[in-house]
Nanobody, 124 residues
Framework: QVTLVESGGGLVQAGGSLRLSCAASGRTSSTYTRGWFRQAPGKERDFVAAITWSTGNTYYADSVKGRFTISRDNAKNTVYLQMNSLKPEDTAVYYC?????????????????WGQGTQVTVSS
């Protein structure tokens, strides 16, 4: 079993920045891929970014390319999401996820473990 705990959400003005963290514990593996998803009220949970743990390859949704950066700290078993130039449409609950595979998946069904989520609110 893997436990994921997110932190770093909050309220920020448009154009501002936030950094989310996701710490993993339990039976984690260096082969697991880690991802971030987000879910706005009344909408589906959407893919944001992912990183392959062993190689550090990164992937992004088109809506966040150039503004968000996903990274990892192997020693801390933690993944980060640096969010810059935030927009009101980025407002959502952000979820960390882990996938028992070395490849990236862009759908909710592709991930095996989930955190509890952290709220990000961007005011205009």
């Amino acid at each position: 079993q893997v436990t994921l705990v997110e932190s770093g959400g909050g309220l920020v003005q448009a154009g501002g920045s936030l950094r989310l963290s996701c710490a993993a514990s339990g039976r984690t593996s260096s082969t697991y891929t880690r991802g971030w998803f987000r879910q706005a009220p009344g909408k589906e949970r959407d893919f944001v970014a992912a990183i392959t743990w062993s190689t550090g390859n990164t992937y992004y949704a088109d809506s966040v390319k150039g503004r968000f950066t996903i990274s990892r700290d192997n020693a801390k078993n933690t993944v980060y999401l640096q969010m810059n130039s935030l927009k009101p449409e980025d407002t959502a609950v952000y979820y960390c996820a882990a996938r028992r595979a070395t490849t990236v998946a862009g759908s909710v069904a592709g991930y095996d473990y989930w955190g509890q989520g952290t709220q990000v609110t961007v005011s205009s």
